[in-house]
């Protein structure tokens, strides 16, 4: 069974930083991309990085603020963001596609406001 749980979420100014963590059990290589999505309420999901061995890649609207990236030891993905922005507010969502499935986190809260 594969589980996922997300943690640093928080809030943030505007121009800050924030990392957060998504830690996955239930026999998790580093051939299976783990990402990040994230959704506003009342809005679609949207993803915004997957990583695959080292294999990174990024949406439009965070390339060169967000980097993914991952500790295959402890089977945990992060996601660190820089220059947040109020529109980065959403709860961000932790993914992984195991077996042809895609798994889910229960999410974590980012808001940035001052």
């Known amino acids: 069974q594969v589980q996922l749980v997300e943690s640093g979420g928080g809030l943030v100014q505007p121009g800050g930083s924030l990392r957060l963590s998504c830690a996955a059990s239930?026999?998790?290589?580093?051939?299976?991309?783990m990402g990040w999505y994230r959704q506003y309420p009342g809005q679609e999901r949207e993803w915004v990085a997957t990583?695959?061995?080292?294999?990174?890649t990024y949406a439009d609207s965070v390339k060169g603020r967000f980097t993914i990236s991952r500790d295959n030891a402890k089977s945990t993905v992060y996601l660190q963001m820089s220059s947040l922005k109020p529109e980065d507010t959403s709860v961000y969502y932790c993914?992984?596609?195991?077996?042809?499935?895609?798994?889910w986190g229960k999410g974590t809260l980012v808001t940035v406001s001052s």
């Open positions: 993914s992984v596609d195991y077996t042809g499935v895609r798994f």
């Open positions: 239930g026999g998790i290589s580093s051939f299976n991309p």
């Open positions: 990583i695959t061995n080292w294999r990174t």
